[in-house]
């Protein structure tokens, strides 16, 4: 038999009165073991989202990171914090995947994205608990999504990618809230420059593996710069008195090895006197002699030797054959930077001696090695033109600094390409969030029913994200909270948290302005994870 049970909710001074059926061969004790498990997934998502609300904003704190094997990392971005943390829980797992996909979409707003769907899972706690079914608060809370992006898009403005100072208060926009921030009247400019180099622009999409990020410790932030060209941290091989500066250089990507073969694993050769042993050394000092000579017949006099998994790639003797020619050599290039350098150079990789061509070398106008405060690097510059990458020298004090120098510029290049995208710019410091809740009130009012009161508590959802600013900024949050709600109130739709003086102001007189591919996409993916969340009512176990 099928009963009814009614049940009351209430709903801000309204009854509504819900009519809950519980079909035949479902108990209370099912129905209490759904309720469970979603208790239960919804507290681990929101420790996830906890964990990393602190690190929201330019005051938000950092987070030390020990792995297993004592190595330390510092960092405030969500997607890295996420990445390196053991988590064991099933759900805890989707909201670092979570992270994962905000950083593959936009680069940024890693954090924001965390923070968001923290926030939506506690309102749909207490409206679970006051008896509305969650596909009810799955599908209206994907109306208020729909309506979310419609409105943000509303208050977008548009770029120009030929207005680079917009592209470069946007980019220190995002970087005013990492280690290196400082730093980021040099790095903004910089990742500008290198996206417009790569980019191609009757395309909506830019390659950030054309933007090669090259680590070399020492020296200190403001020292990282960009090279039109390559950048190696291998030093030249001088060791036989050698080139260390080329001018006017054809360069060959060379892929395999300057020494003697050697013979199958199976196999031995055995030497019973000394004549055949002077014999094999000839034999070895003439074999790589004429390979010498094949190399400088083609005009080459820079070498890029890839590095040998199977043998030594070069000796010491094909070392000073090469010094004797005045060819310079940089060894132990790895296999997956080939690519990379042979686009750059606009070369083809020569993968034996047969196949040595002169119109297979690359063009430089200068191959030097440059000493650094660790060592020494070499630079590639005046590659041939269209040269569509380019290459960053990335610096730091430490391991800790130049690891998150690198993680900063990547998400700046990432900012750049989210403008790249969807060419539109909206302002930051939680103006978009707050105007968006603060249309979501006034839509809400339009709907009827359960759906009504759904989108209502979308809405305050969101204001997290101003709470939390406030928060980490050391700000009253419900004082703040209530002011801006006020002011977008009486339409001023582009006021939002100046962190920095502790007041709210006009974000676009302020200078704070993100992509709108950033928020945007941190909505969407924060409600589609919400719900899929709210769907599951069951943990079924396998062998």
């Given at each position: 038999a099928k009963s009814l049970l009614p049940v009351t909710v209430a709903a801000r001074g309204l009854h509504l009165s819900v009519k809950m059926s519980v079909l035949k061969g479902e108990t209370k004790e099912d129905h209490k073991q759904q309720d469970d498990v979603r208790k239960a997934n919804i507290r681990a998502a929101k420790a996830i989202a906890d964990a990393v609300r602190t690190s929201l904003g330019p005051r938000g704190m950092d987070k030390m990171i020990q792995s297993g094997q004592g190595e330390v990392i510092i960092t405030n971005d969500g997607a890295t914090i996420l990445k390196q943390m053991a988590v064991a829980h099933p759900t805890a797992k989707m909201m670092v995947e979570l992270s994962k996909s905000q950083d593959i979409e936009a680069g940024d707003g890693t954090t924001s994205v965390v923070v968001i769907a923290g926030g939506l899972l506690n309102c749909c706690q207490s409206l679970l608990l006051r008896g509305i079914h969650p596909n009810q608060i799955s599908e209206s809370?994907?109306?208020?999504?729909?309506?979310?992006?419609?409105?943000?898009r509303e208050m977008s403005i548009p770029v120009d990618f030929a207005d680079r100072d917009a592209l470069i208060k946007c980019t220190t926009t995002s970087l005013s809230s990492k280690v290196v921030s400082q730093s980021s009247g040099l790095l903004a400019p910089l990742a500008v420059d290198a996206v417009s180099r790569v980019a191609d622009p009757n395309e909506t999409s830019v390659d950030l593996n054309n933007v090669k990020i090259v680590r070399k410790l020492g020296g200190t932030v403001d020292e990282t710069e960009m090279v039109e060209g390559l950048v190696f941290t291998q030093k030249a091989a001088k060791g036989a008195?050698?080139?260390t500066r080329v001018q006017n250089a054809k360069i060959a990507v060379l892929q395999f090895q300057l020494s003697p073969p050697k013979t199958d694993i199976e196999n031995t050769v055995v030497i019973s006197d000394y004549q055949q042993m002077d014999r094999v050394l000839k034999e070895e000092r003439n074999y790589i002699a004429d390979l010498c000579k094949k190399v400088a017949k083609t005009g080459c006099n820079v070498i890029l030797l890839q590095k040998s998994i199977l043998r030594d790639a070069i000796t010491d003797l094909g070392i000073h054959f090469l010094s004797k020619l005045k060819i310079m050599l940089v060894r132990d290039i790895e296999r997956d930077e080939i690519e990379f350098i042979c686009k750059t150079l606009q070369c083809v990789p020569i993968a034996s001696a047969d196949a040595l061509r002169p119109e297979k070398l690359g063009k430089a106008d200068l191959v030097e090695e440059f000493a650094t405060s660790d060592g020494k690097v070499v630079k590639v510059t005046g590659v041939a033109k269209p040269c569509r990458t380019v290459s960053i020298l990335c610096r730091g004090s430490n391991k800790l600094v130049l690891e998150e120098n690198e993680r900063s510029i990547h998400?700046?290049?990432?900012?750049?390409?989210?403008?790249?995208?969807?060419?539109?710019?909206?302002?930051?410091?939680?103006?978009?969030?707050?105007?968006?809740?603060?249309?979501?009130?006034?839509y809400s009012k339009t709907l009827s029913g359960i759906e009504s009161y759904c989108v209502r508590a979308f809405a305050e959802a969101l204001e997290i994200i101003p709470a939390t600013l406030a928060e980490n900024a050391g700000l009253n949050p419900i004082t703040i909270v209530t002011e801006l709600r006020i002011k977008h109130g009486k339409g001023e739709k582009h006021a939002g948290i100046n962190v920095r003086k502790g007041i709210i102001s006009n974000m676009y007189d302020e200078n704070v302005l993100q992509p709108l591919l950033v928020s945007t996409s941190a909505l969407e993916l924060a409600t589609e994870c919400v719900r899929m969340i709210l769907k599951i009512d069951g943990v079924v176990p396998t062998l």
């Open positions: 809370f994907q109306l208020a999504c729909t309506k979310a992006t419609e409105i943000m008195g050698g080139p998400d700046a290049l990432c900012v750049v390409r989210s403008l790249f995208k969807k060419r539109h710019m909206i302002p930051g410091g939680s103006a978009p969030e707050m105007e968006v809740s603060t249309q979501l009130m006034e």
